[in-house]
């Protein structure tokens, strides 16, 4: 059973960052695939990104793709989300998640196995 606890969400500004951490503990975070969702209110919980085991191979939505970075630390448990030029559309609960899949491409919600609390991140226009 893996727990998982985020941090690093707040209030930004439109066009500011954000570096969110995702820490993994009870189960060999190495053997995981990670992935960072996100949901609106009102909407359905999206996928942002994902990064395979090793860390070589990343995947990220459209929306995001050149602004965030996803990055892991496995000697730490901890997997990042590095969010850059941060536009009021990004606004939601952002949850990291786990998966025992080595396959880092599902944008499905239901192909992670486990999952973090969330935490908000609001951004002003």
């Known amino acids: 059973q893996v727990q998982l606890v985020e941090s690093g969400g707040g209030l930004v500004q439109a066009g500011g960052s954000l570096r969110l951490s995702c820490a993994a503990s009870g189960g060999t975070f190495s053997s995981y695939a990670m992935g960072w969702f996100r949901q609106a209110p009102g909407k359905e919980r999206e996928f942002v990104a994902s990064?395979?085991?090793?860390?070589?191979?990343?995947y990220y939505a459209s929306s995001v793709k050149g602004r965030f970075t996803i990055s892991r630390d496995n000697a730490k448990n901890t997997v990042y989300l590095q969010m850059s030029n941060l536009k009021p559309e990004d606004t939601a609960v952002y949850y990291c998640a786990a998966t025992s899949r080595s396959y880092i491409y599902y944008t499905q919600p239901s192909r992670y196995n486990y999952w973090g609390q969330g935490t908000q991140v609001t951004v002003s226009s």
């Open positions: 990064i395979s085991w090793s860390g070589s191979s990343t």
